[in-house]
């Protein structure tokens, strides 16, 4: 039986983080590969089993690249013998520009900058492809596939089961998803560019995906269901809320 993967959340909120939550990484630590880089990048050398990282960026707005200031500390918990940083090429202009910039932050960590212009092999044999999503100022949400298994994250976008990103997570073992709002605040979701708990259960069912995790939390709530689970559940029984550092198998 072919042993299962394990991806670890480490951060689960947007925008800002607060007493419960960071803002987003996602590590699988067997294949070396990151799924942004938010304020809970500090994390990953802890779970590392990789002398080599890829990051993957789905966007450049600070909460999810500001961990890659981290790297120093990162190398330092976990030796690292090559880092890339995969995004958008616009994206990467950013970063290296702006985040970097002298007056901002001026030692830049040492990494690759490698501009997605189409799939991506794993070091483990899988697949990374992506896909737009709309979003103020843009995104891109991940596919990843191995023989046996794959998985999706989306973040930062509007929820809606007939977006035409749906049919580009259709069937995977395990979505990440974000879901920012509970459906009282649904209208904020459509004003900023986020989602709420409804419209994401529905992508979810649409898609057929076998497990749904919600993140990028809003980070003003901090009780333990600030989205409102049974609605989710009501539509897709297989909906869990992330937690920061919880550790999934697929």
Not at 77 to 105: C, G, S
Not at 109 to 119: A, C, H, I, K, M
Not at 144 to 152: E, G
Request: net charge negative; hydrophobic share 40%.
């Amino acid at each position: 039986m072919t042993r299962p993967m394990k991806i670890i959340l480490l951060g689960t909120t947007g925008y800002h983080q607060n007493d419960r939550r960071h803002t987003p990484c996602m590590v699988l630590p067997e294949c070396g590969v990151l799924l942004d880089a938010g304020t809970s990048m500090y994390r990953v050398g802890g779970y590392l089993e990789t002398s080599e990282i890829d990051i993957f960026l789905t966007h450049v707005h600070l909460d999810h690249i500001i961990g890659l200031t981290y790297l120093f500390d990162v190398a330092r918990d976990h030796p690292l013998d090559r880092v890339r940083v995969h995004a958008l090429p616009e994206y990467l202009v950013a970063v290296n520009q702006h985040l970097f910039a002298p007056a901002l932050f001026p030692k830049k960590p040492p990494f690759e900058s490698r501009g997605l212009r189409g799939p991506v092999l794993l070091a483990d044999g899988g697949r990374l492809s992506y896909f737009s999503l709309d979003h103020q100022g843009g995104s891109v949400g991940f596919r990843l596939d191995w023989p046996d298994r794959s998985m999706a994250y989306v973040t930062d976008t509007t929820a809606n089961p007939d977006a035409p990103y749906v049919a580009k997570i259709a069937g995977v073992d395990l979505l990440l998803h974000e879901c920012y709002y509970g459906d009282d605040e649904a209208d904020w979701a459509k004003q900023t560019g986020h989602s709420s708990t409804t419209p994401v259960a529905q992508v979810a069912r649409k898609a057929g995906v076998g497990r749904l995790v919600l993140v990028h939390i809003n980070p003003r709530r901090l009780e333990d269901d600030p989205i409102g689970l049974e609605v989710a559940r009501a539509i897709f029984p297989k909906t869990e809320i992330g937690e920061d550092l919880m550790e999934l198998e697929f």
